[in-house]
């Protein structure tokens, strides 16, 4: 089992940047795909972005051009750099980490460890 903590999280205006940071422990981190996630009020989880183990990346649409995630396997640390931001990006962003090691996916129920969110307010 891996432990996730979010942090980076807060209100910015439309137009704004903000990085989220992912810190975990416990497990072997590079061998899983890590992810970013985001639930806003009355919606279901959806899925923003995933870097793989081997590094490679999948952005949801509505955040392609304006998310980077990124990762330091050193530091066992996820990064999510969000640039423009818009209202409609406004939620809670979970990390999570992949139940299996070396598999890619981006569906949230493949994803078996979370942290517990960092609130992102963007204000119009």
């Known amino acids: 089992q891996v432990q996730l903590v979010e942090s980076g999280g807060g209100l910015v205006q439309a137009g704004g940047s903000l990085r989220l940071t992912c810190a975990a422990s416990?497990?072997?981190?590079?061998?899983?795909?890590m992810g970013w996630f985001r639930q806003a009020p009355g919606k279901e989880r959806e899925f923003v972005a995933y870097?793989?183990?081997?590094?490679?990346?999948n952005y949801a649409n509505s955040v392609k051009g304006r998310f980077t995630i990124s990762r330091d396997n050193a530091k066992m640390t996820v990064y999510l750099q969000m640039n423009s931001l818009k209202p409609e990006d406004t939620a809670v962003y979970y990390c999570a980490a992949d139940q299996f090691r070396y598999r890619v996916s981006s569906q949230v129920d493949d994803f078996g460890s979370w942290g517990q969110g960092t609130q992102v307010t963007v204000s119009s």
């Open positions: 416990g497990r072997t981190f590079s061998s899983y795909t």
């Open positions: 870097i793989s183990y081997g590094g490679s990346t």
